[in-house]
């Protein structure tokens, strides 16, 4: 079976621009969570979506938002782009409303 | 709050040596508790978790840990390292179970790099 797979694997933006990035978690599994790392930090809790509902949400601004498609696949946008958006931006899914146990390489954005 | 501490930024070991790597957790109960490992533009890979039971964990490519609740630690070891080893790990702490939560939000450490030496 495939893993997490996670598109674009990179992507420059420019400041103020908006961004969308795609999971697809592994086949069967319901919960998607996303985490934003940035460069020499441990990743960082954004959202977790689980049968289609928002079940938890980190210290994020509003400026990023996210849901779940019916096929658990997940969408992660961001609206006006700071500098430091610029991350590795990962997902991770599970079979049920657990801690995520299979993750993503990622996707690499930088913001310019 | 819950936090994660990793004291060791960056190890170096011997190839064939044993390495252990530290973590500390700071949780109001007895938290789930998660090592994962990263290598160099890649995602993360589940090395090993504890949920309840025994307090030394097994995972995979030969390493465990043990929860040490009278320390608030769970630390990874090695007995022999190889050289495929050298990759950043990071422990991770999560809520247990409660009803209506997020189960998705874990808190991670910093990270320890680990360098293998020929």
């Known amino acids: 079976d495939a893993g997490v797979t996670q598109s674009p694997t990179h992507l420059i933006k420019t400041r103020g621009q908006h961004v969308t990035l795609r999971c697809s978690p592994i086949?069967?599994?319901?919960?998607v969570s996303w985490y934003q790392q940035v460069l020499g930090q441990g990743p960082q809790f954004i959202f977790q979506y689980y049968e289609k509902e928002e079940r938890g949400r980190g210290n994020f601004p509003d400026r990023f938002s996210a849901r779940q498609f019916p096929n658990y696949s997940s969408e992660l946008n961001v609206n006006a782009l700071l500098l430091g958006d610029s991350a590795l931006y990962l997902c991770?899914?599970?079979?049920?409303?657990?801690?995520?146990?299979?993750f993503g390489n990622g996707t690499r954005l930088t913001v310019t | 709050a819950q936090s994660v501490t990793q004291p060791d930024i960056h190890i170096t070991v011997s190839e064939g040596a044993s390495l252990e790597l530290r973590c500390n957790y700071s949780?109001?109960?007895?938290?789930?508790l998660f090592w994962y490992v990263q290598s160099p533009g890649q995602g993360l890979q589940l090395l090993l978790k504890y949920f309840s039971g025994d307090t030394l964990v097994q995972g995979i490519k030969g390493f465990e840990a043990e929860f040490k609740r009278s320390q608030s630690s769970f630390n990874l070891r090695k007995p022999s390292v190889h050289w495929s080893d050298a990759a950043e790990y990071f422990c991770a702490v999560g809520a247990t179970m409660n009803y209506g939560g997020s189960q998705g939000n874990l808190i991670f450490g910093k990270g320890t790099k680990l360098s293998v030496k020929p």
């Open positions: 991770a899914s599970s079979f049920d409303n657990v801690a995520p146990l299979h």
């Open positions: 086949s069967g599994h319901k919960s």
């Open positions: 949780y109001g109960a007895t938290p789930y």
